[in-house]
């Protein structure tokens, strides 16, 4: 590493390392929720459309903590949640007492949408 700043060589990889940390999370907020996308004239319009995918980020980054945690997805980017986990073809038939997810018997994410599932089912109200 190459810099100008002062100080001992492992506060400044560190902090370098954090500076990484919160540019990474940016690029999720602007490519995979797609906060970018402000077009709006007023000011309050722009601060609520930031605010939506904010919290889904928020969101999606504590399903990944929760639920996540023993799969193969416990390390990945949001996008690729999404990609893997929420992106799915299915139809959703509501009952009085249950929701019924028909989904495709060979979708990859089958058994990890299984375990979501059974998680999610498992933790306190």
Known sequence: MVTNRRGRAADLVAWYDDRGTSENWIKELKLDIHA?????HRFRAHA???????I?????AYFRRAVLSGT???SATIGTIRLH??????????SVRRLWFHLASHWPGHD???ACH????????
């Not at 889904?56 to 999606?60: D, F, I, P, Q, S």
């Not at 986990?85 to 509501?94: I, K, M, P, S």
């Not at 998680?119 to 109200?125: G, H, T, V």
Request: glycine share 2%.
């Open 36 to 40: 970018d996308r402000l077009i709006c």
């Open 48 to 54: 609520f459309r930031l605010q939506l995918p904010s």
């Open 56 to 60: 889904a980020l928020l969101l999606l």
């Open 72 to 74: 193969r997805l416990a």
């Open 85 to 94: 986990l929420l992106t799915v073809a299915g139809r959703v038939v509501r």
């Open 112 to 114: 990890l949408f299984t």
């Open 118 to 125: 059974r998680a999610l089912a498992r933790a306190p109200a």
